[in-house]
T-cell receptor, first 116, second 113 residues
């Protein structure tokens, strides 16, 4: 079975500081894609960052970056210079592409609160 | 450039009734996926449509059905509503069917009483 685990249900960070959210997954497939999404109180699901499993270089999008450790099946999200607008639920969501699918498998989420 | 749109925003139905939710994908996108998000949980995949066909289905009963139109817009139909069908229904569109970024609409909040 393909599973996604986010072991931190809630986290808190001070504005302007750095925080890292953890995600581990379990799969036997070699071809997959990894995503982080954020869902603020408005409930709109917003794509944060994408990583392809065959790429060794970690993806970066402005203040957001990932630490992808393929052997450990770990995909953590680092948020630098945290802002109040980063307060949201964050979901790790891989696509295991062996079945030629675009099905996202969402973790349980980490609720991040950025404190002023 | 319009993003993914969904209608209606909110809906209240009674047990046993039927409901239809609608989704228009982001301009240029040809693939639509539907997800159900119960309160306090991550979204669960319902099914995906590409070229007007259901390409993959999650672990949902046949009461959940869908359709994709030639303009790539999509509908989600749920028959014989149960209280447990109360959730936020999210539509996501992408360009292509494997591994592409999916962009979500604002969702439809369905309440079954």
């Amino acid at each position: 079975a393909q599973t996604v685990t986010q072991s931190q249900p809630e986290m808190s960070v001070q504005e302007a500081e750095t925080v890292t959210l953890s995600c581990t997954y379990d799969t036997s497939e070699s071809n997959y894609y990894l995503f982080w999404y954020k869902q603020p109180p408005s409930r709109q699901m917003i794509l944060v960052i994408r990583q392809e499993a065959y790429k060794q270089q970690n993806a970066t999008e402005n203040r957001f970056s990932v630490n992808f450790q393929k052997a450990a099946k770990s995909f953590s999200l680092k948020i630098s210079d945290s802002q109040l607008g980063d307060t949201a639920m964050y979901f790790c969501a891989p696509i295991f592409a062996g079945g030629a699918t675009n099905k996202l498998i969402f973790g349980t989420g980490t609720l991040l609160a950025v404190q002023p | 450039d319009a993003g993914v749109t969904q209608s209606p925003t909110h809906l209240i139905k009674t047990r046993g009734q039927q409901v239809t939710l609608r989704c228009s994908p982001k301009s240029g996108h040809d693939t639509v996926s539907w997800y159900q998000q119960a309160l306090g949980q991550g979204p669960q995949f319902i099914f995906q449509y590409y070229e007007e066909e259901e390409r993959q289905r999650g672990n949902f009963p046949d009461r959940f059905s869908g359709h994709q139109f030639p303009n790539y817009s999509s509908e989600l139909n749920v028959n014989a509503l149960l209280l447990g069908d109360s959730a936020l229904y999210l539509c996501a569109s992408s360009l292509g069917t494997v591994g592409y970024e999916q962009y979500f609409g604002p969702g439809t909040r369905l309440t079954v009483t």
